[in-house]
């Protein structure tokens, strides 16, 4: 029987566990609903524990509380992905259940996987059902269980394993898009490999990676939106935390019904708060019912844009060099392509991270950027759905302010960038930016990776994929019926600007295939080549 658990078995648990999720990165991969390669919940989760792992494997501190502090960390930073931003949350609350503890035993073990689920939740604006949070917090509610019942924290986990895989096997029959695919939800099996190599650690058995290299990625169903950005008043101040003070999830949620950009950071001591809203008097008011305030800073974000510098140009860049601020607003954006990365530049993007779809930046690549902008406020460009809560774990790690806009795709952003006006006030700003790029219509053609059957349609790998908003309009081998099924989308609501962004495999045969039809379908529309460069995307099609 084993009693508790010590910072050298959580070292071997986390171990097994980055090893487990790396040796099932492809199944986790081919989990996803449709065969393109648009996220990769598999490499995202590896890259994110892995990254973990390698750094607190070092250690040789024997209180678990230190080592998943050290573990909640590392993950937040190497985040990737919205499955690894999660996946970094449960680590967090996690530890913050095990905080000044030296061994952890059935009690307090299930503990800190309950305060690990409410850290995930916490996160997510509309949790919904059949994902890695359901699968979490159903293995937690037996954790809690067992633990009233045994002393053996083996036999906690193993309970603990055995209803997180009952709760997986559901998923696929709570959430609509996977009872079409037949499958189950992939963060939550790469949840389920991570319990099992902490069991496995506690029986003494060790899983070694089996160093398995990288493969192109699949669709990520998962999409986690948040309210749009248009508040004026940046506020911030620390609340020193008064003795039962409640719980700081509370304030929250409050912040959440009166602004945006809402940020909680909180220890014993003081809950740190960031919030953007058009009454900042009500924040301050809500925050004094937790304790008296300090360091209170208010501001009405005026817009102003200078200088432009690529990442490119500028030396290595590490997170503890923080840029001074130069001016009142830069921009960090995230793109994929020479001529994407320098059309942003043009556009007065102060850096362009690399990344997109099969290669989402981490948590830790953006703060970089953040970091190294010599601006006061930093807004960010993420530019793909599934970067965008690893985005905004950054608001949380760098002392600058940071405003995430959620755009989904490179054109989004591109509107967004043009829509910026030197002249006009921050709150007419930050309306248009979101105004503009909720207005642009976005059609994608690029190739299924693997052969699959969805929704009655048969897709063959190396297919052409048509996707409208990210949703498939045809699957084929003819680029001209893809091309019809695309115009036809862009051309419902009589755009008169449409901009084709051509990839790196787009061929000479492609692009006047592509070309022709547009010019001969919308002959009065003004119709914009750009060499993009884009990996995975052969077009890229946005009309406005």
């Known amino acids: 029987m084993k009693t508790f658990i010590d910072g050298a078995d959580f070292r071997q648990m986390l171990g097994n566990a980055a090893a487990n999720v790396e040796n099932h990165k492809i199944p986790l991969n081919e989990l996803n609903?449709?065969?393109?390669?648009?996220g990769d919940t598999g490499t995202n989760m590896t890259m994110t524990i892995t990254a973990a792992s390698r750094e607190v494997c070092q250690m040789s501190d024997a209180r678990v509380g230190k080592v998943a502090e050290k573990t909640a960390s590392m993950?937040?930073?190497?985040?990737?992905?919205?499955?690894?931003?999660?996946?970094?949350?449960l680590f967090r609350g996690f530890a913050?259940?095990?905080?000044?503890c030296d061994k952890a035993d059935a009690v307090r073990f299930a503990a800190a996987l309950k305060d690990g689920v409410q850290a995930a939740y916490g996160a997510v604006m509309r949790p919904a059902e059949g994902t890695i949070l359901t699968v979490s917090r159903m293995a937690a509610e037996e954790a809690a269980r067992a633990?009233?019942?045994?002393?053996?924290v083996e036999t906690v986990l193993d309970r603990t394993l055995t209803a997180g895989r009952e709760a997986l096997a559901q998923t696929k029959f709570q959430n609509p898009v996977l009872t079409k695919a037949d499958v189950v939800d992939a963060g939550g099996q790469g949840w389920i490999l991570v319990l099992e190599g902490f069991l496995a650690a506690l029986r003494g058995q060790t899983i070694e990676s089996r160093g398995e290299?990288?493969?192109?990625?699949?669709?990520?169903?998962?999409?986690?939106?948040?309210?749009?950005?248009?508040?004026?008043?940046?506020?911030?101040?620390?609340?020193?935390?008064?003795?039962?003070?409640g719980d700081p999830l509370r304030l929250r949620a409050y912040l959440e019904s009166i602004g945006d950009c809402v940020v909680v950071v909180d220890d014993d001591e003081i809950i740190k708060v960031h919030v953007h809203t058009n009454n900042p008097g009500l924040a301050i008011e809500e925050g004094l019912k937790f304790g008296p305030l300090t360091s209170m800073k208010i501001e009405n974000m005026k817009e102003q844009h200078t200088e432009k510098l690529s990442m490119s140009e500028m030396e290595p860049v590490t997170e503890e060099k923080i840029a001074a601020p130069e001016k009142r607003y830069g921009f960090a954006v995230v793109a994929a392509g020479e001529g994407v990365a320098q059309l942003f530049r043009d556009l007065g993007a102060d850096f362009v991270v690399e990344g997109g779809q099969t290669m989402n930046p981490s948590t830790e690549d953006i703060l970089k950027a953040v970091n190294a902008t010599p601006a006061e406020i930093v807004i960010v460009l993420p530019n793909n759905k599934n970067i965008i809560m690893a985005a905004q774990q950054v608001q949380a790690l760098t002392e600058k302010q940071v405003v995430v806009l959620e755009t989904k795709t490179i054109p989004q952003?591109?509107?967004?960038?043009?829509?910026?006006?030197?002249?006009?006030?921050?709150?007419?700003n930050a309306a248009?930016?979101?105004?503009?790029?909720?207005?642009?219509?976005?059609?994608?053609?690029?190739?299924?990776?693997?052969?699959?059957?969805?929704?009655?349609?048969?897709?063959?790998?190396?297919?052409?994929?048509?996707?409208?908003?990210?949703?498939?309009?045809?699957?084929?081998?003819?680029?001209?019926?893809?091309?019809?099924?695309?115009?036809?989308y862009l051309s419902a609501e009589n755009a008169e600007f449409y901009?084709?962004?051509?990839?790196?495999?787009?061929?000479?045969?492609?692009?006047?295939?592509?070309?022709?039809?547009?010019?001969?379908?919308?002959?009065?529309?003004?119709?914009?080549?750009?060499?993009?460069?884009?990996?995975?995307?052969?077009y890229m099609i946005s009309a406005e």
Do not use: W
């Open 96 to 100: 913050r259940g095990l905080k000044d």
């Open 213 to 245: 290299g990288e493969e192109k990625s699949a669709n990520a169903f998962e999409n986690f939106e948040t309210e749009d950005i248009n508040f004026t008043y940046c506020t911030e101040f620390i609340v020193m935390r008064a003795q039962n003070s």
């Open 413 to 428: 952003g591109v509107s967004a960038m043009l829509s910026f006006d030197l002249e006009a006030s921050p709150e007419d």
């Open 147 to 152: 633990a009233a019942e045994t002393e053996d």
């Open 33 to 38: 609903v449709f065969p393109v390669p648009d």
């Open 432 to 488: 248009n930016m979101t105004d503009a790029f909720k207005s642009v219509r976005t059609a994608q053609i690029t190739y299924a990776a693997r052969d699959s059957n969805f929704d009655g349609l048969d897709i063959h790998e190396g297919d052409y994929l048509a996707l409208a908003e990210g949703k498939m309009c045809y699957t084929g081998a003819d680029l001209s019926e893809a091309m019809r099924s695309v115009i036809a």
């Open 499 to 538: 901009t084709v962004y051509r990839g790196e495999d787009a061929t000479e045969d492609r692009n006047a295939i592509v070309e022709e039809m547009l010019a001969a379908a919308l002959p009065e529309a003004e119709v914009n080549v750009l060499d993009g460069g884009q990996p995975v995307y052969y």
């Open 75 to 89: 993950l937040l930073r190497s985040a990737r992905g919205n499955s690894g931003v999660i996946l970094s949350l």
